[in-house]
């Protein structure tokens, strides 16, 4: 990590830290207000769902071709 990384990443800790609690809640809450979207109900996703079912995937792990039989495609 460069010094301006290190520089601003202790920036950054100061300003969360001298934080009060009730300004961590405030900011919290406008981040949501601003990124979250707004739900909504889409009657094509819902028969979607309706009709979807999970099921696990499951795929033959590759053959291990080293010698010693430890490499990162055994472990």
């Given at each position: 990590m460069s010094d301006a990384d290190q520089r601003l990443v202790a920036r950054v800790v100061?300003?969360?830290?001298?934080?009060?609690?009730?300004?961590?809640?405030a900011l919290a809450?406008?981040?949501?207000?601003?990124?979250?979207?707004?739900?909504?109900?889409?009657?094509?996703a819902l028969h979607w769902l309706r009709r979807w079912s999970p099921r696990p995937a499951?795929?033959?792990?590759?053959?291990?071709?080293?010698?010693?039989?430890?490499?990162l495609v055994c472990n």
């Amino acid at each position: 990590m460069s010094d301006a990384d290190q520089r601003l990443v202790a920036r950054v800790v100061e300003a969360i830290s001298g934080r009060t609690e009730a300004q961590g809640i405030a900011l919290a809450g406008a981040l949501a207000a601003r990124w979250s979207p707004p739900d909504r109900l889409d009657p094509a996703a819902l028969h979607w769902l309706r009709r979807w079912s999970p099921r696990p995937a499951h795929f033959p792990p590759p053959a291990c071709s080293c010698a010693a039989g430890r490499c990162l495609v055994c472990n």
